[in-house]
């Protein structure tokens, strides 16, 4: 597993991580929001990538930070580029990178955009995609893997109407999420996985712990459960407001 080379990740117990930069603070993927995130004092900063389409639906050949096609069409994003170069500054040379694919296909891409700028030593890439694990694995022996958990588009906790069967296979996947984990950390495919915090369970942290791996939680907005989690002792939280890591 690549060594982590963050002073300020080292000093905490259990790392604090801006979603899209700080996304409650300022709209996310956006260089202020990132500059929000080190000013709240966080150890690694989230954002999003993907390949950007044109008003036809055809790719226009850019990689962009946006976390969906949708959110990318109604705002002129940053270019991949243009943020790497951003958070490549020396104001952010303290700061983790975690690289959130959020479809598969320019993974080599966007290893070739971190290594330019010398940036894979301390970068996390994560995704939902599978398929993209062993490309990223073959791409690079510096950065770090992350497989996303469970591979969903939108909170079906939320929803009443959907909220019943949500529960039943969030008990399902807590069964079976942990064993697959934990193979593929054995196995030397991902050094990392990005749980949704419904999955995360005292067992599932300590059977990642035993593989030699690391787990973060997504999405947590709240200080309660940021507190919960950091006592059964997660790798790092992710949230969008991290003034809650000190409410």
């Not at 000093?11 to 930069?21: S, T």
Request: aromatic letters at 6%.
């Amino acid at each position: 597993m690549p060594e982590l080379t963050s002073t300020s990740t080292q000093q905490r117990a259990v790392r604090r991580i801006g979603h899209k930069g700080a996304d409650h603070i300022t709209p996310g993927n956006t260089t202020a929001s990132f500059d929000a995130a080190l000013a709240h004092g966080c150890d690694m900063v989230e954002f999003d990538v993907l390949p950007e389409r044109d008003g036809d639906g055809e790719y226009t050949g850019r990689l962009v930070l946006a976390h969906d096609f949708k959110d990318a069409a109604r705002r002129t994003p940053l270019t991949l580029e243009e943020g790497l170069d951003h958070l490549s500054s020396q104001a952010f040379a303290g700061i983790e990178l975690d690289v959130d694919l959020k479809t598969h296909g320019y993974e080599e891409r966007v290893v070739a955009a971190l290594r330019e700028r010398g940036m894979e030593e301390r970068t996390l890439i994560s995704t939902m995609e599978v398929v993209s694990l062993p490309v990223l694995r073959a791409a690079s022996d510096k950065i770090r893997i992350g497989w996303s958990v469970p591979k969903v588009k939108r909170n079906y906790l939320a929803n009443p109407a959907t909220k019943p069967l949500a529960l039943a296979t969030v008990l399902l996947l807590r069964r079976t999420v942990p064993r697959a984990i934990v193979r593929a950390m054995r196995a030397g495919e991902v050094d990392a996985v990005m749980s949704h915090f419904s999955l995360v369970t005292p067992h599932f942290v300590r059977a990642v712990q035993r593989a030699g791996g690391e787990l973060y939680v997504w999405t947590v907005d709240d200080a309660k459960q940021i507190r919960r989690f950091e006592r059964m002792g997660v790798t790092g939280v992710i949230t969008n407001d991290p003034r809650l890591f000190d409410a």
